[in-house]
């Protein structure tokens, strides 16, 4: 079977997909699948000597049945709405055209940057395609404040989802809240597939604070209490709360210190939040490399999830798995009757608490740094929920079956 992936970002860029989507095209070829990667070249979450590294790499064999094709800008995507829009057009089209050209099988494509599906619904024709939906959209710009629902701009790209949706051969999300979505927008249910994002529980594990180097390198006291938030700096998350707690509990426990690893579209200006409002217990450093994920997910006594309000079912962030790996008491915001809120309490690794709600997150923040016994059993439960229901090799084989099937059925 020959499977082109085409996918925005591959390593050695540093985003929250790299991860699984090396971690896919890995076992996919293992399974015994020949694999072309099709994605851009490398530009987020590294350097200027790295980029330069890669600008010509545009084809790169990792193995005699994993093939990366680089294709498109060499520059990168910028922070302008209108800018990123307009990129995000060109990279779809550099895509479609390089992926046309390889013989596959089947095509998977996943759902970012959102013009993405406009690939499959011209593919699906003649090879099957399988749609990975990660992100809803345009629902996702409505809260970023550059749409509103009664905007004709909104109504356009509604449409332009239900048609991708409708013209992709098959469609995997990441959870039930998703699928309620999909139906609501009448695609067949039978194209519809739930396949979780995971996390390899071999590699992410808790790393105990006398062997985790990061601590060292980023010049912090091994000895402190801190809350940590690792992640993307952009509007779906709710930073803006934890600025809030964190100058709460600034003047009741100031033993609390926290931690923002992160990047994104809004980091400047929570950066600058920070500033005015004086945040002596409050640090941010950079995303750091998929390399030292473990040790980032082992340093905080306490680790956040924080969405907003409007994200409920939207959304089901695949750092959770990690977090819960590296058994990491947890935070997550989340209204009750979703899905990511079913998963905290049935797993018992952490609290759901109501979306934006500052002072509740100061709240129980201030609890869990009283009672060690409690972010153990936390810990221990996350570790051992990771290990049993979000392992690698079971998603990825789900993966390949469905594809499998899907090639089979184009014969």
Known sequence: MNVTMIVPYFKPEITAIVRLMDDLARDLAAYGATVTVVTGFPARGIGIELQRQFAHKDREQLASNLM????????????????????YLLKTAAFYQKAKKTNADVYYIYSTPPFMGLIGTLLHRKTPTLYCLQDIFPDNLVLQGKLRKTSITYGFLSRMESFMYQNNTRIVTLSSDMKDHLLGKNIDPEKISIVGNWVDTDEIRYIPRSENPLFDRLGLNKNQFYVTYSGNLGYAQDIHSILEAAGIIQKEVPEIQFLIIGSGVLEEKFKSQALFKNLQNLKFFPLQSDADSALVYSMGDIGLVTLKKDMDGKAMPSKLWAMMAASQPLICTTSEGTELSAVIRDSGCGLPIPPEDSAELARQIKVLYHRP????????????????????????????DLMAEMAKGRG
């Open 373 to 400: 016994d409690i972010r153990h059993d936390y810990g221990k439960l996350g570790r051992e929920y990771a290990v049993r229901y979000c392992s690698r090799s079971a998603a990825t084989k789900k993966y390949y």
């Open 68 to 87: 990366i094709l680089r294709t498109g800008s060499k520059k990168a995507e910028g922070n302008g709405f209108i800018h990123r829009g307009a990129r």
